[in-house]
């Protein structure tokens, strides 16, 4: 039996697209390659979660003591609203991470509830920086294990070589510019969530 990836709770605060939640399991998978989560992979995964946060809005001052924030137009928060939110989103994001640890999803269970082209090459890109966000013991600048999982997702994303190619180019053109994984990394996860929001 086909197994779903992990939710967050059901909390009314908590949103990420269903597709991210996905794609962030299987990013999950190959941050777990190797047994080990390092500190620059736990950044990039921990981001790609808050990304999907409101940003930090400017406060508006009413006549009540409390600040008002306005969201992307959509509602509003107190400030203690908004930072108990982001909270409660890091838990929920620090939990799907300990349960994918204990009980790993396999990748192709995973790849198989893509929909869209466009999220197969997201994850393809996003899958590549985050092996490259930490060299192995050996001082490899890509885990072994990573690097296996990695091959063994492009198969499932059934990508044609050369738009993996281009991928790739583009992601290691990036890491270049930004001197950092998890800067690239999060360069193309806002892209995609403002293209997504707008």
Not at 16 to 37: F, G, H, K, R, T
Not at 51 to 76: A, H, V
Request: charged share 25%; aromatic share 10%; glycine share 2%.
């Amino acid at each position: 039996m086909k197994k779903e990836y992990y939710r967050m709770s059901d909390n009314p605060s908590l949103f990420l697209p269903e597709s991210q939640l996905l794609i962030l399991n299987i990013v999950c998978a190959l941050a777990w390659a190797d047994n080990e989560l390092s500190e620059e992979e736990t950044e990039i995964l921990l981001e790609k979660f808050k990304s999907n946060l409101p940003p930090e809005p400017e406060p508006i001052y009413f006549d009540d003591p409390d600040p008002f924030y306005n969201t992307m137009g959509l509602s509003s928060f107190t400030v203690a609203e908004q930072t108990q939110a982001r909270v409660n989103a890091e838990i929920a994001f620090k939990d799907i991470l300990n349960r994918y640890k204990q009980n790993p999803i396999p990748l192709s269970d995973l790849v198989s509830q893509l929909k869209t082209n466009e999220d197969r090459c997201l994850c393809a890109k996003l899958a590549y920086v985050v092996i490259k966000a930490s060299p192995d013991n050996q001082g490899n600048l890509i885990c072994a294990d990573e690097k296996m999982v990695y091959r063994q997702l492009i198969q499932l994303l059934n990508l044609d070589p050369e738009v993996v190619q281009k991928i790739e180019q583009r992601a290691d053109y990036e890491l270049d510019k930004f001197q950092h994984p998890f800067k690239a990394f999060m360069g193309n996860v806002k892209k995609f969530f403002l293209k997504k929001i707008i």
